[in-house]
């Protein structure tokens, strides 16, 4: 698995591999388990920074919990500038939904939130894409 991780940093055009790796905590937590077992073969795999954030291979670590976990096909692991990020906000789609008769019986009041969005990478035609994400293989 290190050997894949490398990959997909190699993969990246170094103009947008300053901002760093997202992964699923469980997916950090193999990582970890991996270096640990190959007894110091991938050196410089896990580390911290100077300020005590998690790194990869060097790069700053994100953890996000909508990252699938490791499993055959799934993509655990993403990487390069997320800057060019975009999300896009429906107006008017914010709903909240109040529920009073449910959590009577308890002296409570429940509430649900629903709210549409959209998102997408920009990209030029003449630049690279700047996010590589890396697949398990079954």
């Known amino acids: ?8 940093v190699a993969a990246v055009d170094p103009a947008h591999s300053r901002v760093g790796v997202f992964l699923n905590e469980a997916t950090l937590t193999t990582l970890q ?6 007894a110091g073969y991938y050196p410089n795999m896990i580390g911290t920074d100077s300020q005590g954030r998690g790194t990869v291979f060097g790069k700053p670590v994100f953890s996000s919990p909508s990252m699938p976990a490791l499993s055959a096909g799934a993509k655990v692991i993403a ?5 060019r990020f975009y999300v896009r906000r429906v107006a008017g789609s914010l709903v909240l939904q109040r529920y009073d008769e449910r959590y009577a019986e308890y002296a409570e009041v429940g509430f649900s939130m629903a709210w549409r969005a959209q998102a997408a990478m920009a990209k030029s035609t003449n630049n690279p894409v700047p996010v590589r994400l890396l697949a398990c293989r079954s």
């Open 1 to 8: 698995m290190p050997s894949e991780v490398l990959d997909l």
């Open 33 to 38: 388990k991996f270096c640990a077992y190959t």
């Open 79 to 83: 990487f390069g500038n997320f800057k």
